[in-house]
């Protein structure tokens, strides 16, 4: 198998021009929209354009073997059709997070919405999914492992495309310099891709009049990157979004008896969600109401509750062991695809592994069943956390997975952040995006659509960008 072969050595450049690379990215990036709100600004979540900075990005892109670039765009759709499978498949879900919903109120609260849909007999004719896989390339085994797939609120579709284009310019101009060639970045068309399928849902559920309402947190300071999807969304498709809160959607939401959403005085076709993804997203039960409100309608949801519930780390723990993916998939080399890409993951409730797990805590990371980053346990707090769930009793034992520690290749990197740029020992994860759009038994779209290169520093654990752990970056193809 091929291994990562160092582009550039970071220690060849000075610091003049350096400087000079960094100057050309901030324009680039202030220029384009490549730019978050800044935390030392109160409105800068709430009000476009109020103290804004550009994201935090890496200043050159990362190289990645292009057979792994391949393997992770092959797989996108069946990944993408899982999800599909699984999210119909009503008792594999409860089965399977029967144990979580009495230890996490997060998902038993999900559950309940789940079931009251089942007992109405709702059917989702009409399922988007727009989803992330997120993998590492481990070191030691020399293969391309998955560390999650994401199903509700898949940031950066638009940044993703930008520092690809920012990277591909930087080369552009300084290629010669570098000993780069801008052509092996390759292309990312994650913001069009994503848009057209949101537009293709609204077209399938035929109501011209209808808009497309994308759910957020109260106070966004990632708002422009779900601005990029709008605006292509009014521009290319003629389709206008609107943007509420959970709180906002209980307060000006209802349905009426054909079904059909209506939030402040406007049919909604798409419910696209950029929130709902943690407890956070539901501080009273107006939220949760919210959450009921648009399930019950017609609208189609990105994602369904049912879609919401197929991405849970619990589900993917699930899909991991022997025999389950033949459950929901039939070509033997479409569940061989999926299988090499699976990490080790298993139950609190398996005794050889909670025993190992304490032996040698540094090879293990213990999940929540949480999305966002700033939530996964490593090293010596995974010892001391499954000692603790040992005296609690098992019950607790539910509200969390074990996974293989992935060890991906440490490279030297320039981080930008706040103007400055670090250069700093790093890893990486490759977020690779996919649309799945359905209606009854035709499948409209199944595709990769784009990817996501974050990079951290590799002494951090927690590897996600809005939560201040990593930066933005794209990949040069070895």
């Known amino acids: 198998m091929e291994s990562q072969k160092p582009m550039f050595q ?14 050309d990215a901030l324009v680039w990036c202030s220029l384009h ?21 550009h ?17 992770a765009c092959e797989v996108a759709p069946l990944f993408n059709e899982l999800v599909d499978r699984v999210s119909l498949d009503a008792k594999f879900i409860h089965d399977s997070l029967s144990r979580t919903k009495k230890a996490d109120i997060f998902t038993s609260r999900l559950l309940d919405i789940h079931s009251k849909m089942l007992e109405s007999n709702k059917k989702e004719d009409i399922r988007l999914g727009l989803h992330r896989s997120d993998y590492m390339l481990d070191e030691e085994t020399k293969s391309l492992l998955q560390i999650e797939m994401n199903t509700i609120s898949c940031s950066f579709p638009g940044f993703g495309c930008l520092v690809t284009e920012l990277h591909q310019s930087l080369l552009r101009s300084h290629g010669d310099h570098l000993g780069l060639d801008s052509e092996r970045v390759p292309k990312n068309t994650s913001t069009s891709q994503f848009a057209n399928a949101m537009a293709k849902a609204w077209l399938e559920y035929n109501n011209p009049r209808a808009v497309v309402m994308v759910v957020v947190q109260p106070d966004e300071r990632n708002m422009y990157d779900q601005h990029l999807l709008s605006s292509v969304l009014r521009e290319k498709h003629n389709i206008v979004t609107i943007r509420k809160s959970l709180a906002e959607v209980e307060k000006e939401g209802s349905v009426q008896e054909d079904g059909i959403l209506i939030v402040d005085g406007q049919a909604v076709a798409v419910v696209y969600y950029r929130s709902g993804y943690t407890p956070r997203d539901y501080p009273s039960e107006s939220e949760w109401n919210a959450r009921l409100l ?9 994602p ?12 993917q723990q699930e899909l991991a062991k022997p025999g389950v993916l033949e459950r929901f998939m039939d070509n033997k080399d479409d569940i061989a695809k999926l299988r090499e890409c699976f990490a080790g993951l298993w139950s609190l409730d398996d005794p050889e592994i909670i025993k190992k797990a304490i032996e040698k805590p540094e090879l293990f990371v213990m999940k929540p069943q949480r999305e966002g980053g700033g939530n996964n346990i490593y090293g010596d707090d995974v010892r001391e956390n499954l000692l603790r769930l040992q005296k609690e009793g098992e019950e607790e034992n539910a509200a969390y997975i074990l996974m293989q520690r992935i060890f991906p290749k440490v490279s030297n990197v320039f981080l930008v952040r706040e103007g400055v740029y670090h250069k700093d020992q790093a890893i990486s994860e490759l977020g690779i995006y996919g649309a799945y759009l359905r209606n009854k038994e035709r499948v409209v ?16 654990d927690e590897g996600g960008v809005a939560a201040g752990f990593a930066v933005l970056d794209s990949i040069y193809l070895n």
Not at 10 to 23: A, G, M, R, S, T
Not at 44 to 51: E, L, N, Q, R
């Open 304 to 315: 369904s509750i049912a879609y919401h519930l197929a991405g849970t780390k619990k589900i």
């Open 10 to 23: 970071v220690e060849n450049f000075d610091d003049e021009f350096i400087q000079k690379l960094v100057y």
């Open 294 to 302: 648009i399930e019950q309608s017609s609208a189609v949801k990105c």
């Open 55 to 71: 994201a935090p990005i890496a200043l050159l892109p990362t190289p990645f073997p292009e057979s792994y670039w391949k393997q």
């Open 445 to 460: 779209i199944n595709e990769q659509s784009g990817y996501l290169m974050r990079t951290k520093i590799s002494s951090s």
């Open 33 to 53: 929209g490549l730019v978050v709100g800044d935390k030392t600004y109160q409105k800068s979540g709430t009000v476009p354009g109020v103290g804004m900075m």
